[in-house]
C-alpha cells in the first residue's frame, strides 16, 4: 500500500451498543444503532472490510464507509453483531487484548457494574461470519502520554497475541486507544508491524494518522454525524471531536494507578496454541463456552 495521502472510505467508531445505561457517552441504545443501520441501508451505504479499505482505491459506490467498535464490548455479540448480519454489513471491532473475555476493570466506572468485553471464542465465531478484529492497545493506555518503551509493549504485544490466535490478518490495524496519536506514536506502530492506524477525528489521512468520527449517545439521526457532508455533520464532527480529547479521566488514572485495573486481568504473551489464519466457515454453536 502506498505511502500518502490516499481515497480512504469514510470511518464511523462506536463504543457501546445496548446494555445497562451509563454515566458517560459512549452508549448507543441498541433500536438506535438498528434504526440507524437499517437507515443507511436501505439509503444505499454499505460496509466494507479491513481488506476493502486498505485497498484505498475509488469505491464503484460512493456511500461506502468502515464501520468500527472500540473496546470489545460483549453486548455487540447481542445487540449489535446480529443487526449488522441480518442487513449484509460488516464491522471492525479493535480489541483491548489483554481484557479478552475480562471485565473492563481499565476504565472508569460508569456502569453500576462492571462490563464484560467479548471473549475468543465469540471473536472467533463472529469472525468466522465475515466480521474483522484488530487491536485496540494490550490495556488501553494513551500512547502519547507514555514513553517509547511503553509504547512500543503495547502495541506489540497486542498484535502479538491477536496474529496468534486469529491469524495474520488480525495484526494489520490498530485503533489507538482515546484517538490520541502523533508522529511518534504512528512511527511506533509502523515499527510493530501494523499497516493501518486511527485516531480521532483530526487525523490526516495518512495510513497510520487516520480519521474516525465517534458516535456518541445525542447522534440520534438516521445517517450519524460522521457520514454526512452537510453543516450538521460538520457540526457534530466538531462535537464530537470535543468529546473524544476532554475523555482524559480514564487516562489520569491509569498513569496514577489508581486501581484502574485488577488483576483478573494479567500481562498475556501469545497463546501457545495459535489459531490458522482467517477462514470464513460457519460460526460455532452459540452454546460454545467462551474463553
Given at each position: 500500500?502506498?505511502?500518502?495521502?490516499?481515497?480512504?472510505?469514510?470511518?464511523?467508531?462506536?463504543?457501546?451498543?445496548?446494555?445497562?445505561?451509563?454515566?458517560?457517552?459512549?452508549?448507543?441504545?441498541?433500536?438506535?444503532?438498528?434504526?440507524?443501520?437499517?437507515?443507511?441501508?436501505?439509503?444505499?451505504?454499505?460496509?466494507?472490510?479491513?481488506?476493502?479499505?486498505?485497498?484505498?482505491?475509488?469505491?464503484?459506490?460512493?456511500?461506502?464507509?468502515?464501520?468500527?467498535?472500540?473496546?470489545?464490548?460483549?453486548?455487540?455479540?447481542?445487540?449489535?453483531?446480529?443487526?449488522?448480519?441480518?442487513?449484509?454489513?460488516?464491522?471492525?471491532?479493535?480489541?483491548?487484548?489483554?481484557?479478552?473475555?475480562?471485565?473492563?476493570?481499565?476504565?472508569?466506572?460508569?456502569?453500576?457494574?462492571?462490563?464484560?468485553?467479548?471473549?475468543?471464542?465469540?471473536?472467533?465465531?463472529?469472525?468466522?461470519?465475515?466480521?474483522?478484529?484488530?487491536?485496540?492497545?494490550?490495556?488501553?493506555?494513551?500512547?502519547?502520554?507514555?514513553?517509547?518503551?511503553?509504547?512500543?509493549?503495547?502495541?506489540?504485544?497486542?498484535?502479538?497475541?491477536?496474529?496468534?490466535?486469529?491469524?495474520?490478518?488480525?495484526?494489520?490495524?490498530?485503533?489507538?486507544?482515546?484517538?490520541?496519536?502523533?508522529?511518534?506514536?504512528?512511527?511506533?506502530?509502523?515499527?510493530?508491524?501494523?499497516?493501518?492506524?486511527?485516531?480521532?477525528?483530526?487525523?490526516?489521512?495518512?495510513?497510520?494518522?487516520?480519521?474516525?468520527?465517534?458516535?456518541?449517545?445525542?447522534?440520534?439521526?438516521?445517517?450519524?454525524?460522521?457520514?454526512?457532508?452537510?453543516?450538521?455533520?460538520?457540526?457534530?464532527?466538531?462535537?464530537?471531536?470535543?468529546?473524544?480529547?476532554?475523555?482524559?479521566?480514564?487516562?489520569?488514572?491509569?498513569?496514577?494507578?489508581?486501581?484502574?485495573?485488577?488483576?483478573?486481568?494479567?500481562?498475556?504473551?501469545?497463546?501457545?496454541?495459535?489459531?490458522?489464519?482467517?477462514?470464513?466457515?460457519?460460526?460455532?454453536?452459540?452454546s460454545a463456552a467462551d474463553a
Amino acid at each position: 500500500m502506498a505511502v500518502g495521502t490516499l481515497s480512504y472510505p469514510q470511518v464511523l467508531c462506536y463504543h457501546r451498543i445496548g446494555g445497562p445505561l451509563e454515566l458517560g457517552v459512549t452508549r448507543v441504545g441498541r433500536s438506535v444503532f438498528a434504526r440507524q443501520m437499517t437507515a443507511l441501508a436501505r439509503a444505499g451505504w454499505r460496509t466494507v472490510t479491513l481488506d476493502e479499505f486498505a485497498a484505498a482505491t475509488p469505491h464503484a459506490a460512493r456511500r461506502t464507509f468502515l464501520l468500527s467498535f472500540d473496546d470489545g464490548y460483549a453486548h455487540l455479540a447481542e445487540h449489535a453483531y446480529p443487526v449488522l448480519a441480518d442487513l449484509g454489513f460488516t464491522a471492525t471491532t479493535f480489541l483491548v487484548t489483554d481484557y479478552v473475555g475480562k471485565t473492563n476493570t481499565w476504565d472508569v466506572r460508569y456502569t453500576w457494574n462492571r462490563l464484560r468485553h467479548l471473549g475468543w471464542t465469540t471473536i472467533e465465531q463472529w469472525r468466522a461470519r465475515g466480521f474483522d478484529f484488530a487491536s485496540h492497545g494490550a490495556t488501553h493506555r494513551r500512547l502519547t502520554w507514555v514513553d517509547d518503551g511503553a509504547v512500543a509493549s503495547e502495541l506489540t504485544r497486542s498484535r502479538e497475541l491477536l496474529t496468534a490466535r486469529l491469524g495474520p490478518d488480525a495484526g494489520r490495524a490498530v485503533a489507538y486507544p482515546f484517538g490520541a496519536v502523533d508522529e511518534r506514536v504512528a512511527r511506533a506502530a509502523s515499527a510493530a508491524g501494523y499497516e493501518l492506524g486511527f485516531g480521532g477525528v483530526k487525523g490526516n489521512q495518512t495510513a497510520l494518522q487516520l480519521s474516525r468520527v465517534p458516535v456518541y449517545f445525542w447522534d440520534l439521526g438516521d445517517v450519524p454525524f460522521g457520514l454526512r457532508d452537510d453543516a450538521l455533520g460538520g457540526l457534530g464532527r466538531i462535537v464530537a471531536n470535543m468529546a473524544n480529547r476532554c475523555a482524559v479521566g480514564t487516562s489520569i488514572l491509569q498513569e496514577l494507578g489508581l486501581g484502574t485495573r485488577d488483576s483478573e486481568a494479567t500481562t498475556l504473551g501469545p497463546n501457545p496454541e495459535p489459531r490458522g489464519p482467517k477462514q470464513r466457515t460457519a460460526p460455532l454453536p452459540e452454546s460454545a463456552a467462551d474463553a
